[in-house]
């Protein structure tokens, strides 16, 4: 659970999403806006504003929404490994 309030921000309209302050619940919300919009993932991401979150929470965030919708894999590699964003993180 992330330990602050967070809020989905449409930048565009200055309307706002609400959810539960969880990852999981963050990514679904934004899968949902994306379902009810007929523009591509990225123009729903260049679009939303997550306050609230961390720069760590929000690339988690977006390894799993892009996980989830084009099967796409965000990885971290270090110097003996490779971290999946998306399901390492869990």
């Given at each position: 659970?992330?330990?602050?309030?967070?809020?989905?921000?449409?930048?565009?309209?200055?309307?706002?999403?609400?959810?539960?302050?969880?990852?999981?619940?963050?990514?679904?919300?934004?899968?949902?806006?994306?379902?009810?919009?007929?523009?591509?993932?990225?123009?729903?991401?260049?679009?939303l504003c997550i306050h609230?979150?961390?720069?760590?929470?929000?690339?988690?965030?977006?390894?799993?929404?892009?996980s989830k919708i084009e099967e796409?894999?965000?990885?971290?590699?270090?110097?003996?490994?490779?971290?999946?964003?998306?399901?390492?993180?869990?």
């Amino acid at each position: 659970m992330l330990t602050n309030k967070v809020f989905i921000e449409r930048l565009y309209e200055g309307s706002t999403i609400d959810c539960k302050s969880e990852i999981d619940d963050i990514v679904d919300a934004i899968i949902e806006e994306y379902h009810a919009n007929e523009i591509c993932i990225g123009e729903v991401i260049g679009s939303l504003c997550i306050h609230g979150a961390s720069i760590e929470d929000v690339a988690i965030i977006y390894a799993k929404v892009y996980s989830k919708i084009e099967e796409d894999k965000v990885i971290r590699i270090t110097d003996s490994d490779e971290v999946n964003l998306a399901e390492d993180y869990d």
